[in-house]
């Protein structure tokens, strides 16, 4: 499920950015934990979304481990960077 939701985060990105390439607005991400049933949201600039996948994070709802993230190595049990945790903090 979780490879689903990356695909649908990615095609949200794609759409944001014929939208408006320069938004610096939170747009809505989908959790990509792969829980069964998971509908959590993630409201993220385009800025961070891009530097998340371009560290090969996946997109966790707070409190939510990845299942089986293609995305394991290089972060924490939640799957998410102290850093981009500390800019996911901030928004």
């Keep these: 499920m979780s490879n689903l939701h990356g695909e649908v985060n990615r095609r949200i990105r794609g759409l944001a ?8 607005s939170s747009w809505e991400f989908v959790c990509e934990c792969g829980e ?23 997109l966790l709802a ?3 481990p990845p299942r089986r993230s293609p995305f394991g190595h ?4 939640s799957g998410i960077r102290p850093s981009h945790r500390r800019a996911l903090r901030g928004r």
Excluded at 17 to 24: G, I, K, L, N, R
Excluded at 36 to 58: F, I, M, S, W
Excluded at 74 to 77: C, S, V
């Design 17 to 24: 950015a014929e939208v408006d390439p320069q938004d610096d």
């Design 36 to 58: 069964q049933g998971c509908t959590e949201r993630l409201g993220l600039p385009l800025a961070l979304y891009d530097d998340l996948k371009n560290a090969h994070v996946a």
């Design 62 to 64: 707070p409190g939510h």
């Design 74 to 77: 290089g972060t924490n049990r």
